[in-house]
């Protein structure tokens, strides 16, 4: 018996929690759905991600106005997956910032990411109709951009710490208040996604380069708000252990001639006493063991997900 492909049998509503972390800087998490957003300049908003539709994206936004009227300057996208970008037009911003990666891979794969993610998880794809196109980035950059918030806010500085979760991940660093934005490169609490991944890059000098910020406050793409110092760092020991775990199995079946299905089951069994009952487990697995299988087989850069292909790989393996 094959299981319910990826996530399209989760159609239970997620209880949402808006949380203040300081003045003037808000989270909203929703039980391992994707996690937004937003901080306070002197007189205008940045926002952090933008949900799978503007349908969806309003009613965040609806909350975020119980606390602040400013106008939306600048929206903030850590990567290029459509659960993140496709809700974007709802937030009027006069600027939308990616990295300069994710503009190529919008541009190269994002029309064909968006029928995947919209197959693998409908519940997130509220009024898909909304969705008007591919979102695009008008602001990118290659290491750093920093926006000043004015006011004696200081500045909320975006970064690029290597390649991870994808070619194009960048964090929101706010150095006065010790609170980070990681996007997927942290998940605290939930399941990892690497099917467009770098797993040894991300596994090694990239969560290095997102340590040594030394956040007290994290905010990763799924799960709780790690908090204190001690908090983030147990979400990103959880990531990293994942992945260590994933290089270990999938490389022990890669090196000894083993299958891409018995790769998986045993990846499946030495995650599953920790991680199993964690969001998007399930979901997640037989893609993230498929792209680190072609990494393995010296397929440098992630091949592109495509509906057919997602079907054919979660009917392989979930099998």
Partial sequence: MVKPFASSADRGEKRQSLEVLAEGVYALTAEGDPNVGAIEGEDFLVCFEALATPVAAREWLARLREHTDKPIRYLVLSHYHAVRVLGASAFGADVIVTHDKTRELIAERGAEDWASEYARMPRLFKEPGSIPGLTWPTATFSDRFTIALGGGRGDLVLAYCGRGHTEGDLVAWLPERRIMFAGDLVESQAALYTGDAFHRDWSTTTLDRVAAFGAETLVGGRGAVARGARGV????????????????????????????KEAFANTHRALEPRYGAWPIFEHCLPFNVSRLWDELDGVERPVIWTAERDRAVWEQLQS
Wanted: glycine share 14%.
């Fill in 233 to 260: 760092e147990a979400a990103i020991a959880q990531t990293r252990d994942f992945l260590a775990v994933m290089l270990r199995e999938v490389g022990r079946a890669h090196e000894g001639g083993g299958t891409l």
